[in-house]
């Protein structure tokens, strides 16, 4: 099978599009880290982040935030204490 220049085009195209997407920011460089609170010090996993970011408790999440409970995928976590943090 021989393949044409449209095929080409379409192969080329992909391409270009996969690695525009590969070079996007991640979500996770983009969004706030973990606040450096000792409420949030102490936070180690995502059924920690609900308890007080749930709706009806302290401080629920904006209505805009998307409704998916894995916070580490997004936002940054705190580093351990001692470790030195490069700012940008």
Same mark, same amino acid.
């Given at each position: 099978?021989?393949?044409?220049?449209?095929?080409?085009?379409v192969i080329a195209a992909a391409a270009l599009l996969i690695l525009f997407v590969a070079?996007? @920011?991640?979500?996770?460089e983009n969004n706030p880290p973990v606040p450096d609170t000792p409420e949030h010090r102490a936070v180690r996993s995502d059924r920690d982040c609900v308890q007080c970011h749930a709706a009806g408790q302290s401080r629920p999440l904006p209505a805009r935030? @998307?409704?998916?409970?894995?916070c580490f995928r997004c936002h940054r976590e705190l580093p351990a204490p001692g470790t030195r943090v490069e700012t940008h």
């Open positions: 099978m021989k393949l044409r220049r449209v095929d080409w085009l070079l996007l @920011p991640s979500p996770r935030h @998307p409704k998916r409970q894995d």
